[in-house]
């Protein structure tokens, strides 16, 4: 019921309104704040002066911690049992994909939190089985990059396999590329580029450039 009121008082009521009728449900929503057109049946919702819900995305979470001048722009998918905590000023743009399965499939607490003006922008997949940091002035590029956080080892014969699960951490100052795929358990240090296509298997702690298998005349 809870939930139900939510998405309610946000889609049929004016805003000034939807933040009044929100404040009464219990969650956290400052006069400044706004929540355009979308689906936001959280369970808690804090949002600081100047945060921002645009149109069209379905945002579907236990808890939405939002601080000032945070933004998530249009037709954004997030769903699924964890937390999104934006930093100052961090934004998800447009048409991104953000999930996490229900228990029994996950376990234990999934957070997606990005830092001051993070950066993820259009049309990236971000699985958070476990759980995504996205460090402060970190800026995920171009179109279609995936984050991994679970994979499978599949046995030598039969059904048998293993989960692999890995929390993915991208420190500070960090731009990837477009078109990357993070693989489950990496950490990127501070201070790195990463140039598009590439495929992040395992942990980069040198600060530098990081590029994909050169391109071959065969």
């Known amino acids: ?3 139900f009121l939510t998405v309610v008082s946000i889609l049929f009521f004016p805003n000034l309104i939807t933040r009044v009728l929100l404040n009464m449900l219990g969650h956290k929503i400052h006069a400044k704040s706004y929540i355009g057109f979308s689906l936001v049946p959280s369970r808690k919702i804090y949002m600081d002066a100047g945060a921002r819900i645009g149109h069209f995305n379905v945002v579907q979470v236990d808890k939405i911690l939002m601080r000032k001048e945070s933004f998530i722009k249009t037709r954004n998918r997030i769903r699924g049992a964890m937390n999104l905590i934006m930093g100052v000023e961090s934004v998800i743009a447009n048409s991104n994909s953000i999930f996490r399965a229900l228990s029994p499939i996950t376990y234990g607490n999934g957070t997606l939190k990005l830092g001051r003006l993070a950066l993820i922008v259009t049309k990236h997949n971000l699985d958070c089985t476990r759980s995504i940091t996205i460090g402060d002035y970190t800026t995920i590029g171009g179109i279609r ?3 991994w956080t679970h994979g499978y080892f599949h046995g030598p014969k039969g059904k048998e396999r293993i989960r ?3 929390e993915i951490i991208v420190r500070n100052n960090v731009y990837v590329g477009t078109g990357c795929i993070f693989n489950p358990g990496v950490e990127i240090a501070e201070n790195i580029n990463i140039g598009g296509g590439a495929c992040i298997s395992k942990s980069l702690q040198r600060p ?5 298998q050169p391109l071959r005349y065969i």
């Open 208 to 212: 530098g450039m990081y590029v994909a």
């Open 145 to 147: 990059s995936q984050f």
């Open 164 to 166: 692999i699960d890995g």
């Open 1 to 3: 019921m809870h939930k």
